[in-house]
């Protein structure tokens, strides 16, 4: 069975930020570090990084958070290193000063037992992919259906961590949400809630599907589970 030994870096700052304004602190975040830093807003001289983020930004009880996953977790010092930690986000200045730090090494690793957790804001879906979801019959079909888009997010982050699942990651959605509209970027996106199980151990607060550099597809153990 692999082990694989990971860093995990949470940062809560001070201040006010909504939801609606993370993805404009990923970008005053990237303008602040430069170009070169690649992890912090993914786009390359040859275009985007399409590897699962090691940096990502949200909102965290209306506050400004940064998780930093593995090499994220080296990288972020090329902000801390800069005498001035003001962004800008619209038209308001954000003095960013450290409100909560919680470093961990975590062991990402698969056990007999299942693992359950909370997954929240999940945007599995792009339009087409929405299309062919609401043209399932009934709901296990439903559910099988993100069951299979599920798993592929889990192997795109233990792909992203280096971590290779040498066997079938059973996952298992167990509650659904009522789903409701997102919108990103000027696109309309359903989100999803959901509650699911899986052997895998996986970190609290990593982002699971689309946009998880900001903060959509959050991950917490299940309440009770």
Known sequence: ???CPAKVLSIRFEGALAP????AFRGAMGRKVGPEHVLFHHHQPQGLRY????IQYKSVK???GILCLGEGVEEIHHF???ADWTLRIGERPLPLRIDRLDLKEVVLRMEAERQSYELRDWLPLHQQAYREYQALPDLPARA?????KLTGHILSFAKGMGWHIDEDLDVRIHDL?????AKVKGVSMMRFGVRFSTPAVLPAGIGLGGKVSIGFG?????RGG
């Open 177 to 181: 949400e009522a789903l409701r509209p």
């Open 80 to 82: 801390f290193a800069h």
């Open 62 to 64: 209306g506050q400004p």
């Open 218 to 222: 959050t991950v917490w153990p299940a």
């Open 144 to 148: 099988a259906y993100l069951q299979r």
């Open 1 to 3: 069975m692999v082990r």
């Open 51 to 54: 590897a699962y983020p090691l």
């Open 20 to 23: 609606w304004e993370v993805p």
